[in-house]
């Protein structure tokens, strides 16, 4: 039985895979993923999603932590593992918990953020959580996320960082230097990006190492995941 973990980008898949652990990479991509994930469910003996995000909360930085305790996909809310996330919060140096905000669409701009952040009182975003807490749900299996931000609230990514996820989790290098070839001026904002992301990557390894081959998940807690669609 493996733990199912959903991600971005296949650099976080490299970081995060193990025995017993299959990783998918969405590529921005929720429908391929969400399908993808389902016809792993049946052999998984939980999900999680872990990875980097968008910072939405002010104050939070790139390389922080945050821990969910609900993922918020449109109108409905999913707790996560209460016993699973602790253990996660323990082990990740400065997590914060709260809620995290799933969706298909990047959050690209510090307005939009702080737009999402004042709709729904969520710490982070991403492209993923969402998806792997509806598939979760709907196997009953225990369901966590840890995400570390790339990105804080304040940050506004440039084009180029924008065009740059494939569709299989890679890095599109073509796309990023055609952006950069139309739009030059944007290449100090792309070197931050790519500094502050890699702040992200650094803390993903390394709680690699600190949650363990089981990535800190200790049995099997196969009961109901309450989901509070109001």
Known sequence: MTILVLTGLQRECRLLAGPGIEVLAGGGDARRLEAQAERLASSAVAIASMGIAGGLAPGLRAGQWVVADTVLDGAATFATDVAWSERLARHLPGATR??????????????????????????????????????????????????????????????????????????????????????PWQLPALVRTGLEAERGFRALARARRRLGPRLGLVGANLGELPVDMA
């Open 98 to 183: 709260g809620r995290l905000l799933g969706r298909d669409d990047m959050a690209a701009t510090a307005a939009e953020k702080a737009a999402l952040h004042l709709a729904s009182g969520a710490l982070a975003v991403d492209m993923e959580s969402h998806v792997a807490a509806r598939v979760a749900a709907r196997h009953r299996l225990p369901f966590a996320v840890a995400r570390v931000l790339s990105d804080g609230a304040g940050r506004t990514l440039p084009p180029a960082a924008r065009v740059g996820l494939g569709r299989d989790g890679a890095i599109d290098l073509k796309a990023v230097l055609g952006s950069l070839l139309s739009a």
